[in-house]
């Protein structure tokens, strides 16, 4: 079994930053592309950062500037800094990840979500 869970959520005031986490773990061979997926109420899950294994970035245009992703390929962790928060920024937020699994094959995984609330 192969399990993603975030953890660093919570209320913010705008302006403010929050750090989140996420920690893989389980019968793992490999983590490939590790990414953040965001989803406010209402609307579609969007894709907010990206990392690959190599540490190649890439950042939906809404959090370029604001937003750090990185990774520890030995602790099997990624996080997200995030800075400068607004309003327009609460959601939950979701790791996901390509896992090759020990005796097994790569498959998509995702985490149960943590929740960020920016609000006065």
């Known amino acids: 079994q192969v399990r993603l869970v975030e953890s660093g959520g919570g209320l913010v005031q705008p302006g403010g930053s929050l750090r989140l986490s996420c920690a893989a773990s389980?019968?793992?061979?490999?983590?490939?592309?590790m990414n953040w997926y965001c989803q406010a109420p209402g609307k579609q899950r969007e894709l907010v950062a990206t990392v690959t294994r190599e540490g190649s970035t890439n950042y939906a245009d809404s959090v370029k500037g604001r937003f750090t992703i990185s990774r520890d390929n030995p602790k099997n962790t990624v996080s997200l800094q995030m800075n400068s928060l607004k309003p327009e920024d609460t959601a939950i937020y979701y790791c996901?990840?390509?896992?090759?699994?020990?005796?097994?094959?790569?498959?998509?995984?995702w985490g149960q979500g943590t929740q960020v609330t920016v609000s006065s």
């Open positions: 389980g019968s793992i061979f490999r983590i490939y592309t």
């Open positions: 996901n990840a390509d896992i090759h699994r020990l005796g097994g094959g790569v498959a998509n995984y």
